[in-house]
């Protein structure tokens, strides 16, 4: 007997852009708008023309 398939779960990930001269990166989701966040810290920084993931 085959099972059946499970539907797939998608898995959120983080953006993963590092703060400038930091240790940080940002949580919030891949292609956010306006500035990057770092949800633990609650740490703001710009994004930066070009930018990508």
Do not use: F, K
Not at 31 to 36: A, I, M, P, V
Request: glycine share 8%; aromatic share 10%.
């Amino acid at each position: 007997m085959i099972a059946a398939e499970r539907p797939r779960t998608p898995i959120s990930a983080p953006c993963w852009i590092a703060e400038p001269d930091g240790v940080l990166h940002c949580t919030e989701p891949p292609g956010h708008d306006g500035d990057h966040y770092h949800a633990y810290s609650r740490t703001y920084w710009p994004r930066r023309a070009g930018e990508t993931q």
